[in-house]
């Protein structure tokens, strides 16, 4: 009983420290991207494809290190928004990357 307790906190703990898809939405990130379709944003889709197999290259745009490759033409949109990205932890931004790329 103790074990299972312990494995429930410890997997309970894992998911709040590192939940990609609650960052994505606790920050605001849904409101300009949508799964399949572009709106404002592009698609996780279409951003998921651009960055297949460059997840490094992903955490360093969201760490405002890296250049557009999707849509550079509406880069000065997307640009402010990493002011909210940025200074995550690497855990974090490792769990926001592997959500946006699960859309490909
Ligand atoms: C106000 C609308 C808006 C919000 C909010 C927004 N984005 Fe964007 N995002 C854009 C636009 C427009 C682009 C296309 C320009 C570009 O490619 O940088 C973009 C592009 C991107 C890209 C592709 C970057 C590339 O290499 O081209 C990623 C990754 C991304 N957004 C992640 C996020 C995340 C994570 C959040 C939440 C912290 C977020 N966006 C919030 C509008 C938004």
Excluded at 30 to 48: E, F, M, R, Y
Excluded at 51 to 68: C, E, M, T
Excluded at 70 to 75: G, I, L, S, T, Y
Aim: hydrophobic share 45%; with cysteine; charged share 25%.
């Amino acid at each position: 009983m103790k074990k299972v307790l312990l494995a429930v906190f410890v997997a309970g703990g894992l998911a709040f420290s590192a939940d990609g898809a609650a960052i994505f939405k606790s920050k605001g990130c849904a409101s300009c991207h949508q799964p399949t379709a572009d709106t404002v944003g592009p698609s996780l889709k279409k951003i998921a494809q651009a960055y297949a197999g460059k997840k490094a290259d992903l955490i360093k745009f969201l760490k405002g290190q890296g250049k557009a490759i999707v849509d550079p033409a509406k880069e000065a949109i997307m640009r402010p928004q990493l002011t909210m990205t940025k200074n995550l932890p690497q855990e974090q931004l490792e769990a926001l990357a592997d959500y946006i790329l699960k859309y490909k």
